[in-house]
């Protein structure tokens, strides 16, 4: 059994920073890609930022420069650091982990339960 949870949002005001953590725990054999999406009221998920197990990452170009995205894979946790927090980045966070599950030999996806971010204008 795969658990994934997220931590890190909150309130902040335009301009300030926040850092958002996703860790995977439980029966897993290795992690591939970790990603970040966001969900804003009447929008569809979107994808932020990604991450390779090769350390490759992408963003949105509404992000770059900005938000940056790293991982742990001691830890199995991925993070996602948001600097120059704008209105517009208000949303439900959710992070994507794909991985291979103890004992199954292929991949699964796994999501975060989605944490609120919310920056004050």
């Known amino acids: 059994q795969v658990q994934v949870a997220e931590s890190g949002g909150g309130l902040v005001q335009a301009g300030g920073s926040l850092r958002l953590s996703c860790a995977a725990s439980?029966?897993?054999?290795?992690?591939?890609?970790m990603s970040w999406f966001r969900q804003a009221p009447g929008k569809q998920r979107e994808l932020v930022a990604g991450?390779?197990?090769?350390?490759?990452?992408n963003y949105a170009d509404s992000v770059r420069g900005r938000f940056s995205i790293s991982r742990d894979n001691a830890k199995s946790t991925v993070y996602l650091q948001m600097n120059s927090l704008k209105p517009e980045d208000t949303a439900v966070y959710y992070c994507?982990?794909?991985?291979?599950?103890?004992?199954?030999?292929?991949?699964?996806?796994?999501w975060g339960q989605g944490i609120q971010v919310t920056v004050s204008s």
């Open positions: 994507k982990i794909v991985l291979r599950p103890k004992p199954t030999p292929g991949l699964a996806v796994y």
């Open positions: 991450m390779t197990s090769g350390g490759d990452t």
């Open positions: 439980g029966s897993i054999f290795s992690i591939n890609g």
